[in-house]
């Protein structure tokens, strides 16, 4: 079992950018996929982007794609989300997950989760 912490969110104006990291305590990091989901206010939280274990196979939602990076660094236990060109629409909660499974982008397979850091993209 692992456990979660997000740093890194603020308040940033559109078309800047932040990078999230999300530490990682526990054993075995490298067993498992990592995820960021984001939830604005009012709607479902939804998958932003995945990497399994050794970083060799990724998912980004379509919304996010080519502006959005994640990486992760095993010797560091911790997994980050590059953001560029940022959005208005990209305001919300950021959740960073850790599923068991070798890779997934499905929310629901995804068990361990931290509490969240906010990302807010001024106009």
């Known amino acids: 079992q692992v456990q979660l912490v997000e740093s890194g969110g603020g308040l940033v104006q559109a078309g800047g950018s932040l990078r999230l990291a999300c530490a990682a305590s526990g054993r075995a990091f490298s067993r498992y996929t990592m995820g960021w989901f984001r939830q604005a206010p009012g709607k479902e939280r939804e998958s932003v982007a995945t990497?399994?274990?050794?970083?060799?196979?990724?998912y980004y939602a379509d919304s996010v794609k080519g502006r959005f990076t994640i990486s992760r660094d095993n010797a560091k236990n911790t997994v980050y989300l590059q953001m560029n060109s940022l959005k208005p629409e990209d305001t919300a909660l950021y959740y960073c997950a850790a599923s068991p499974l070798s890779f997934s982008r499905t929310i629901a397979d995804f068990r361990t989760w931290g509490q969240g850091t906010q990302v807010t993209v001024s106009s």
């Open positions: 990497i399994s274990g050794s970083g060799g196979s990724t």
